[in-house]
DNA sequence: CAATTCATGTTACACAATAACATATCAGGC
DNA sequence: GCCTGATATGTTATTGTGTAACATGAATTG
């Protein structure tokens, strides 16, 4: 029942380390940046290390912001679709999940027999605590 | 009522058409590369294009691509949200619209205060044409 | 210990998008 | 007609994002 965290090679720890230190999302060539006292010099070191997190399904990649952020719910693996509320102001990302949603979109693929193998919902736009009134 | 489809520039023409020629999503350097015959010489030559054409609402981005379509139903804009069906095995795109889902995002947004500038929603995966059996 | 597998390091490159600046075209007002 | 402001275009250079290819190292297993 435990949810099993896989162990991390050092790489993988310090790219996940990093990610949760950060209150938003990273592009890959931040946290090369913020990596280079820990020996990182590539860029492939970031990316080989982010490939795994995202199969280990602790990171989410934010498709249209080319950027990771830490999962925010650690059982979150469970949901077939995880949604995003990007603030483009802050930059805080507010991470949902919506079983109707998600039964739509299903229902949807299966009508038309397409197998969905990674599902995308994200939105851009300006948090409460950004917008002016 | 008529949909106004606003004159397009010669660029945002040629643009427009290398879209429409092709079956599936277009990079903007493979729109570069098809233009260059006529005249194309530089990315922004299309980056431009596309920017006005995204706004009129006849191309669509494909985020989780970087490439884009013509938009498949000339009165989608009506929509606040267009999902797109991607087939990763031939490129095929299936554009769909969805008011449950709609509806849903908007008071799950209500809720929270966020205000959603744009909606991202995109399935990759195989459609029914590419599917072993 | 050999063989395999997986993680890592490094260089170079390809693809995606924008900055900055110059020129041209076209509309309306005088 | 001509000035003027707005929009479209052309060009060079640069930044940002991601991968190919190849070599090395470390761990697991038979």
Redesign the pocket.
């Known amino acids: 029942m435990t949810a099993e965290t896989p162990d991390l090679?050092?790489?993988?720890r310090l790219v996940f380390d990093a990610l949760s230190r950060a209150d938003g999302p990273l592009?890959?060539?931040?946290i090369l940046d913020q990596l280079r006292d820990d020996?990182?010099?590539?860029?492939?070191?970031?990316?080989?290390?982010l490939?795994?997190l995202l199969a280990f399904g602790l990171v989410h990649?934010l498709e249209s912001?080319?950027?990771f952020v830490a999962c925010a719910h650690p059982h979150c693996h469970r949901h077939a679709m995880i949604g995003f509320a990007i603030c483009e102001t802050c930059g805080q990302v507010d991470e949902f999940s919506d079983e109707v949603i998600e039964d739509r979109l299903a229902s949807f693929a299966q009508a038309r027999g397409f197998v969905p193998a990674k599902t995308t919902v994200e939105l851009r736009g300006q948090c409460a605590r950004c917008r002016p009134n």
Chains 1, 2 share one sequence.
């Not at 090679?9 to 993988?12: E, L, P, R, V």
């Not at 592009?27 to 931040?30: C, E, L, M």
């Open positions: 090679t050092k790489n993988q592009s890959a060539y931040t020996g990182f010099r590539a860029p492939l070191q970031v990316y080989r290390a490939d795994k990649r912001l080319n950027a």
